[in-house]
């Protein structure tokens, strides 16, 4: 996720001001993985040696603060080079990639999913909104397009992203006690349990 540049930092001396923001960021960052609080912009600036002042002249709000701090993902496939076109196997595989980047950026999307459930976010307003992993197991279940067309491949990929993530993990973890490796099983089994359920449907075209 990329960050949109304010009046303030796209003016004057920009590399020194990129760095300030890159400084700010790292702050909150660090101030997440460590526990405790989302960090204000005051905290953030406190940590990075910058001024309270020049700090809300990057970010005007926490949550601008918490949003910029997101981890990046500049992923455009979760599938190793050579997954082949087994739909189980896809859908595993990328299963278990985007649970290993949740979990090795947890803090952070714990975060994100408390700022997510406040009653004034609009729906794409945050990372953790924008479908991006939808996408990403749509690929996966490219193989089973010709059956299910491109309506269903999607409804399967938001059943698979509705029992995985950073929620799933929560509630798994949090709630049902689950070691980590236990519920990231527990999310593949399930994966892979509603992609055989949608193979076993008919095609569109064999049902007409």
């Given at each position: 996720m990329r960050t949109v540049s304010t009046a303030y930092e796209e003016s004057g001396r920009t590399r020194q001001k990129q760095r300030t923001?890159?400084?700010?960021?790292?702050a909150a960052r660090d101030l997440i993985a460590s526990g405790g609080a989302a960090p204000t912009v005051e905290e953030a600036a406190a940590a990075a040696s910058v001024s309270r002042t020049t700090?809300?002249?990057?970010?005007?709000?926490q949550r601008e603060l918490l949003v910029a701090a997101h981890?990046?993902?500049e992923l455009t496939s979760l599938l190793p080079a050579d997954v082949g076109e087994d739909p189980e196997v896809r859908i595993r595989?990328?299963?278990?990639?985007?649970?290993?980047m949740v979990v090795d950026t947890e803090s952070q999307q714990r975060t994100m999913l408390r700022l997510s459930l406040e009653d004034d976010t609009s729906p794409r307003q945050l990372p953790l909104r924008q479908g991006r992993a939808i996408g990403w197991f749509?690929?996966?279940?490219?193989?089973?397009?010709?059956?299910?067309?491109?309506?269903?491949?999607?409804?399967?990929?938001?059943?698979?992203?509705?029992?995985?993530?950073?929620?799933?993990?929560?509630w798994l973890t949090d709630v049902a006690g689950l070691t980590r490796d236990?519920?990231?099983d527990q999310m593949v089994w399930s994966a892979v349990a509603l992609v055989r359920r949608a193979a076993a449907?008919?095609?569109?075209?064999?049902?007409?």
């Open positions: 923001r890159n400084d700010l960021v790292a700090a809300y002249r990057y970010f005007r709000s981890p990046e993902v595989a990328a299963v278990r990639e985007f649970m290993a749509s690929e996966a279940l490219e193989p089973v397009s010709d059956q299910l067309g491109a309506d269903g491949v999607r409804r399967l990929a938001v059943a698979v992203r509705a029992v995985s993530g950073i929620e799933a993990l929560v236990e519920a990231i449907t008919k095609s569109p075209r064999s049902a007409t």
